[in-house]
């Protein structure tokens, strides 16, 4: 069968992807930015990929006729202000578009929505499926809580506070029931969905075997860690005070957070769990999701990170848009620096970052970070997603991959710190030599001030981390 798969760079795209291939499908991925889409090798010859953008109609117009089954796993929370009505006219420019085609079934990845006061953002899940609903198609909806596997947002920010805090003051949301589910069963549910007659025109809840309340959660991640943990609700924290204490103590966004907190308040259990024996699926529990999740981190396998989203940040552009470095009107620090093992030294810019740091002054990086979070910014506490492999639209620490080829010895970054302009870091191998390269577009009187007042640490971290990079060691 020929299946459309959207958020095919997302989370659940990327891990969804590797399935429909391996039932022996046909797969058309759409993606808005071919450049971050980096499927791996063993299925590129069995996809093709077409660029498209939800909110551009006339981009839609690429999309075969001859679809039989569509997933529609695009979300923008967190990523505008006014996601709503973006989400909505999404919704409604892909319903139109594969109305078409000659399509039998879409499948939306959707929020659990039964409670009569819904948050913004599942309001926002349920208005997309009203208007997904509307299309000459049969619509299966699957409505999931919170999703637990390595790299999911709710599990990084679960990771965070537990791994971070022996002590929790809490606010009284963390009382709320909600009800986990592995990622490798979303996945599962997805895929045995599709051209299911027996999901047609329905909507289902899929959740694992457990009811928990967030607190609940925490302590179960505690229990699987060996961590001792003391967790006190106070029903005094406001939503923004919680919104803040989530965006300092985790790795999420500010908006993402607001956007959770609001969620939170709100129970999210399953109606039922009907589609258990529809598909025949037993989901897992909580915490066996959580060594599942621990197995493929300790392997480095995450297939997929929520870090890597442009949900993690407070930008959304196009990679190709910034690949190439301006000139004018920009201040450029160029370091050059002799290599002794070219090997060694692309195999260290290869682990930058993350949990290997920055090879030098990394309390000033940390600082930096640290300030970062404080004027809004995503600070250094996303890390990556692999400790090795890199791919364009890849998040490390505050900075997003704009380029990365291996071969060639090239790794261009884009800042995502908060800036009063925009920044580059390029590290480039040209014959025996390493080429270290910052360069900054300043905004204004400010952004020049800025250049100025950072310049005399360029010289102590810069010239350490070349040193770093370049040295015959392993350190």
């Known amino acids: 069968m020929k299946i ?25 991925c759409c993606v ?59 919704s409604i420019n892909f319903r139109n578009a594969v109305e078409k085609t ?43 809580g919170i999703i637990i596997g390595s790299g999911s947002a709710s599990f990084e920010i679960i990771r965070d506070l537990v791994e971070k805090l022996p002590v929790m003051i809490t606010p009284k949301w963390l009382m709320t029931k909600c009800q986990p589910i592995g990622v490798s069963d979303v996945i599962a549910f997805l895929s045995k969905s599709l051209l299911n007659p027996k999901t047609f025109n329905q909507n289902f ?22 961590l001792k943990r003391t967790i006190l609700v106070v029903p005094v924290m406001t939503p923004r005070l919680s919104s803040y204490w989530l965006y300092f103590v985790t790795s999420t966004s500010y908006k993402l957070a607001v956007s959770l907190v609001n969620s939170m308040k709100i129970e999210v259990v399953c109606r039922d769990n009907a589609i258990n024996g529809i598909l025949d699926i037993q989901p897992i529990t909580y915490r066996e999701a959580l060594a599942k999740a621990f197995t493929k981190i300790e392997s480095n396998e995450i297939i997929s990170s929520w870090k890597d989203s442009y949900s993690s940040s407070d930008i959304s552009f196009n990679v190709s848009d910034f690949v190439q470095v301006p000139s004018y009107g920009c201040f450029v620090d160029q370091r050059k620096s002799t290599i002794e093992d070219a090997k060694m030294c692309r195999n260290k810019i290869w682990r930058i970052g993350g949990e290997t740091g920055w090879y030098y002054a990394d309390w000033l990086w940390k600082l930096r970070g ?13 890390g990556r997603t692999n400790n090795t492999k890199i791919n364009p639209g890849d998040a490390i620490d505050f900075w997003r991959v704009l380029y990365a080829d291996k071969k060639e010895g090239r790794l261009l970054l884009f800042a995502e710190m908060k800036l009063p302009g925009e920044a580059w870091l390029e590290f480039k191998i040209v014959k025996n030599e390493l080429v270290q390269t910052a360069t900054y577009r300043p905004l204004g009187l400010l952004g020049r001030l800025y ?8 010289g102590i971290i810069f010239n350490g981390m070349l040193k770093k990079l370049t040295e015959n060691n392993k350190s």
């Open 102 to 144: 000659s399509v039998q079934q879409v499948i939306y990845l959707s929020g659990i929505v039964n409670n009569t006061e819904l948050s913004e953002h599942l309001s926002s899940r349920k208005d997309v499926e009203t208007e997904l609903g509307k299309g000459h198609y049969n619509l299966t909806t699957l409505r999931a």
């Open 4 to 28: 459309l798969l959207t958020g095919a760079t997302g989370y659940i795209g990327k891990r969804l992807l590797p399935a429909l291939v391996e039932a022996g499908h046909e797969v058309v």
């Open 32 to 90: 808005r930015d071919t450049n971050r889409f980096n499927p791996p090798v063993s299925i590129k010859q069995k996809i093709s990929v077409i660029e498209i953008d939800l909110l551009n109609e006339e981009s839609l117009n690429r999309i075969p006729e001859d679809i039989d089954g569509a997933y529609y796993l695009v979300h923008s929370m967190a990523s505008s202000s006014e996601y709503k009505s973006l989400e909505k006219t999404s």
């Open 451 to 458: 250049w100025f007042l950072v310049l005399p640490f360029h």
């Open 205 to 226: 809840d899929i959740g694992g075997p457990d009811v928990l309340t967030y607190k609940d959660m925490l302590l179960g991640f505690a229990f699987i860690r060996n």
């Open 370 to 382: 640290v300030l970062d979070k404080f004027v809004g910014g995503v600070g250094i506490r996303r």
